[in-house]
């Protein structure tokens, strides 16, 4: 049902949750909404980013590949360390992903600060890189990245990231990602356990400062 100021609100029959979408911006590629409602007896609201499907399921070759990839959230958030020089991100977390399914999966941090000016000033950081492999079947691309050390030919600690392709633009790539941490205590090849899944709407921006 649309509302008199504009808004969409979803009723579900089966267990009575009302949601409740705001159009507060509308850009080129994406609106920024608020949503709220009432699910299991509690008030919720909170901002949430919305980009409309595009029309035909993304090719392979559509995938920004070969590119260092900046995930969304360190493109929003002004608290991450950038540069004095050019305010360019020096922190980083990220994608590479080569053409031949292989990748990194790149993470950067400060190491080394001093204050000039009465300014702290991020002068030496640190890269972290893993490997990882991935595939892409009918707009899904699976990343797999060990997290730990491999045993006798064994990952016992894994992380896989699910992203399913919204919208890939020139710069971005919309997905609905997906990440769990899977265990394999006794090396035999098969999941024995999941530590946590997170689900969550993102966007991996092209980084072109980024070497």
């Known amino acids: 049902k649309v509302l008199d ?29 608020l949503v709220s409602g009432v699910a299991n007896g509690k008030y919720f609201a909170r901002m949430q980013l919305m ?14 590949t070969d590119k260092y990839l900046l995930s969304g959230f360190y493109v929003t958030e002004s608290s991450r360390v950038r540069s004095s020089v050019d305010d360019k991100l020096i922190q980083f977390f990220g994608f590479l992903l080569n053409g031949d399914n292989t990748g990194n999966r790149i993470s950067s941090g400060p190491i080394q600060s001093e204050t000039i000016n009465d300014q702290e000033v991020t002068t030496d950081i640190d890269i972290y890189l893993r490997d990882l492999t991935w595939t892409y079947s009918d707009g899904r691309l699976v990343s797999e990245t060990c997290m730990s050390s491999v045993i006798e030919g064994v990952c016992q600690r894994k992380q896989r990231r ?28 098969i999941v024995d356990s999941i ?17």
């Open 51 to 64: 980009v409309k499907r595009q029309d035909a399921t993304p090719q392979i070759s559509d995938l920004l």
């Open 162 to 189: 699910t992203w399913d392709l919204v919208l890939i633009t020139d710069t971005r790539m919309y997905v609905s990602e997906t990440i769990s941490y899977e265990i394999d205590d006794d090396l035999d090849g």
């Open 5 to 33: 100021n504009g808004s969409l609100r979803l009723n579900f029959s089966d267990n009575g949750t009302v949601f409740t979408l705001y159009r507060i911006t509308k850009d080129t590629e994406t609106s920024s909404t």
């Open 195 to 211: 530590s946590y899944i997170i689900s969550r709407p993102n966007f991996y921006e092209l980084a072109t400062y980024f070497d």
